[in-house]
């Protein structure tokens, strides 16, 4: 038997044809590990397959009949003659050749994210799909498409917004679309994420990829439950009824800052009673829910459920009050976010003509402060030309030279601690932009509906189109910007 099974190895080692398809295989294998193409791979991958099926047979075949000989050599199997031999040593080295070469490559398409086949091991590892039972937000309830969630992936207590909630639903309260990324911490103190998407008409299961890289922190100012609250409040239906479109969306960012913009706010309470904002009111704020109609917004006003403690509390009145008193503080040096926090570049240096500054804190409304930057602008000097926080770590600033003809802009996302200047792209309201053109003095950076959009100006020795300006948008809270249009003088 087991001169049988050698004839059987040699019978196939030395047919040509099995080197021919071994190669043909290999190669598609490793196309099919590195590029996928499965349409065109699988087939021949398949036809490889039975085809060293067919050479299995025929190498059964011969070494039956050599068995049933008395003198197998006379079938070429065990002739110790110098061609069988340096023919099945050739074969042996072409197999390893072939084996090395294409092993290589194909363990090379699974590192890092180099190939198909390493998206297809980290989909193992991080991709699960979970069935969307519970699907109508008016019978289930928001929280019952968490309590999904959490059955199968054990999601932390707390979890946090990375980037927003975007949910569509039909007038039924039938969800059609979901797109989030979450993050939190586990019992163990390991930082866990979830990049959660859900399209019905693609499929009824929720595809959610874990551990994803996320560089958020303890933000309270993103926390996920202020929207589950909201949310179990809201009289979803009797909004949309008037409103009489085919699709609605809901809109989360965390804790938003409306400034003095009270268009569609809705202040609500824990129990869920509301109450209109009142157009005096300056420096709204706070953990929104927006409802609105998806391509719509500029036509039909999203309606804006921000949260309160009390609707009726004179704290809450004064709060308001006070809040607009600190922002009529606000210059190019100083900005308040709130009654409490605020922010401001303090002068440490100065030599010829230009101030050299450190970013300072404040929690008790400018009575005292803390440095939280000794050298925000990294060793640059000029003069502030614009400080502002949207919420208490995203930041930008701006320093001056020349008198005031340019200015560069400075960002951070940690509350002050580190701080980065911002790349500005050139405009392109031409083909090919002139690098001289006159915008580069950038305004603050400010927030209108989840976009983060700015003025850049010309400068003191700007008189370009008569002084217009270019306006700028980012989708990346200020990483990147890109332009929008010249905007002319008032």
Known sequence: MRKFKRNIFWNIIINPLTAVLYWIFCFHLYSLCQYGRKQKNLPILAICIFSFIIVFGIAVFKAGKAEENSQADKCGIGNENRFKRTLMGFSLICFMAITTYYGALIYQSAQAFEGKLSWFIDDMKHKKTIRLEHDNLYSDGIQSLFDELNAKLELPDELYLSTSFNLHFTPDGTIQTMDTFLYGWD????????????????????????????????????????????????????????????????????????GGSSDGIIYMDAQGNTRVADSGQSNIRGYTVSLFVPGKEEEIMPARYLQVDNLESPDFIVAEEEKQISQTRNSAEEFHLSDKEGFRLNVVDAALGKRYYALEGSSDNGKTW????????????????GIVFLNSNLGFMALSHNGGDEAELYRTEDGGKTIKRVELPYSVMEENPNPDEPFDFPAMPYEEDGILKMLIGQGADGDYHGGSKALYRSEDQGITWEFVEEVGVQ
């Not at 019992?187 to 551990?211: A, C, F, H, P, W």
């Not at 440095?371 to 502030?384: K, L, R, T």
Request: glycine share 10%.
């Open 187 to 258: 019992e163990y103190g390991n930082k866990r994420s979830y990049l959660i998407n859900y399209d019905r008409k693609k499929s009824e299961k929720m595809t959610v990829y874990q551990d994803n890289v996320v560089t958020g922190a303890r933000d309270e100012e993103k926390l996920l439950a202020p929207m589950v609250t909201i949310l179990n409040h809201i009289p979803l239906q009797e909004v949309i009824n008037s409103w009489q479109e085919s699709e609605y969306g809901i809109l989360y960012y965390g804790m938003r800052q409306w």
């Open 370 to 385: 803390n440095v939280i930057n000794p050298d925000p602008f990294q060793g640059q000097g000029g003069g502030a030309a």
